[in-house]
């Protein structure tokens, strides 16, 4: 009987042994599939956390809150990026500006009468046009309406259409007939009828008057008090155009005689040192193309009036 009782509690005592190892055991695998999963927590953790560099483009280090991830993320990111957008920025485009076309000719190369007349003035007064006022629709018109459409933007066509006569209208006053017809209010009454080289010794001028109409204004000078220029009416009685001066000595191109030794010529003197200076008697020009083209109009036996206005 005392053996039996001995023996059963040796078996429980073998078996609450056994029950306690194989808990021990459970316990121990337990903390060590624990510690294995805990390590490799910590490998992705820190293999996470390690900033990536390239080798092309090197970046700073930043805090892990604001770094950005390794890795797209599928879901937008609440925070604002800090890289600049590389896509451009579209611009807003321009509408092309409407092309202006020109309108009809109402005056075009070859016109004649009193409306070309009225056009030439109005371009002489805003200095596209120089030279007396012709009537005729010439190449200088041409060129001279050309510049002015330039200078405004409009089509150039050196034809004049409602666009340019338009402006050319707000720019200018209306011409006197006296101005269209190349008429000087006050005119010596001399220089009025025929064909005449009208001399004013006070605003120093020579005009070239044809029935009136003054066709060219150049510049002039005059004797000095020991050799004045004559003053009255007298007529082109002889031209030479490359003389020289028999009694001083000077070149006097262009030279057309009206009393005797004086003539109308061009003078280099007057060119460059203009009014400070004083001719011999002669009507001295200082433009030279001027003189050219009036010693090919002017006749002999052309009128020549020198007078004080």
């Known amino acids: 009987m005392k ?89 807003p485009t321009r509408k092309p500006r409407a092309t202006l076309r020109p309108g009809p ?23 596209w046009l120089t030279g007396p006022v012709t009537g005729t629709y010439a190449d200088g018109t041409a060129r001279a309406v050309s510049g002015f459409q330039a200078k405004r933007g409009f089509p150039v066509t050196g034809e004049v259409d409602r666009r340019t006569l338009r402006r050319l209208h707000e720019m200018t006053v209306t011409p006197t007939e006296d101005q ?8 010596d009454a001399r220089c009025r009828t025929g064909r005449v080289l009208c001399v004013d010794k006070t605003t120093r001028t020579l005009r070239w008057m044809v029935d009136g109409e003054v066709r060219m204004t150049l510049d002039a000078r005059f004797g000095g008090p020991s050799t004045p220029t004559r003053e009255g009416t007298f007529q082109v009685r002889s031209k030479s155009r490359d003389h020289v001066s028999s009694l001083y000595d000077t070149s006097m191109p262009f030279a057309m005689f009206f009393s005797g030794g004086q003539a109308v010529h061009y003078s280099p003197d007057f060119a460059a040192r203009g009014y400070a200076g004083a001719s011999h008697g002669c009507v001295n020009i200082r433009d030279h193309a001027g003189i050219s083209w009036l010693y090919d109009q002017v006749r002999v036996g052309d009128r020549v009036v020198v007078h004080r206005s």
């Open 180 to 187: 269209k017809h190349n008429r000087v209010p006050g005119l």
């Open 105 to 127: 000719a109402l005056l075009a190369p070859g016109a004649q009468g009193d409306a070309v007349r009225d056009l030439q003035h109005r371009l002489v007064q805003v200095a």
């Open 3 to 91: 053996t039996h009782l001995a023996r059963d509690r040796a078996l429980r005592t073998l078996g609450r042994l056994a029950a306690l190892l194989l808990t021990m055991a459970v316990m121990l695998a337990v903390l060590v599939v624990s510690s294995q999963l805990s390590g490799r927590d910590h490998r992705a953790s820190s293999r996470a956390e390690s900033p990536r560099t390239e080798v092309d483009r090197p970046t700073a280090p930043q805090t892990r809150a604001a770094s950005p991830s390794a890795t797209p993320s599928a879901t937008p990111s609440a925070q604002p990026s800090t890289q600049p957008s590389t896509r451009p920025t579209a611009r």
